[in-house]
Nanobody, 125 residues
């Protein structure tokens, strides 16, 4: 059974940090590019960051560039995103996603076929 399980969300004050984790099982993790998306109430799901299958390539949304760092451990089958200098507008449910089949790193949800259940991040002002 293919599964992605996010953890690490919570309530944090503006300016604080969180590290989200996503543990994968049931798939050959090192063959998949991984991404983080987020969805705030009433808004569409938006791209946050992505990392290539080997970890050598990363991509960030402009809204988090300089504040987020995505990484992966292909031994632990886990992808992380470190979020610093959090802002209230970062409040959302954060999802990790796995995708395969392309040499590029897409930023749209439709290009990722496996999703976790999400973890809530709430940033208070």
């Amino acid at each position: 059974q293919v599964q992605l399980v996010e953890s690490g969300g919570g309530l944090v004050q503006a300016g604080g940090s969180l590290r989200l984790s996503c543990a994968a099982s049931g798939l050959t993790f090192s063959r998949y590019r991984m991404a983080w998306f987020r969805q705030a109430p009433g808004k569409e799901r938006e791209f946050v960051a992505a990392i290539g299958s080997s970890g050598g390539v990363t991509l960030y949304a402009d809204s988090v560039k300089g504040r987020a760092t995505i990484s992966r451990d292909n031994v632990k089958n886990t992808v992380y995103v470190q979020m610093n200098s959090l802002k209230p507008e970062d409040t959302a449910v954060y999802y990790c996603a796995a995708g395969s089949g392309t040499a590029t790193i897409p930023q749209i949800p439709e290009r990722y076929g496996i999703w976790g259940q999400g973890t809530q991040v709430t940033v208070s002002s």
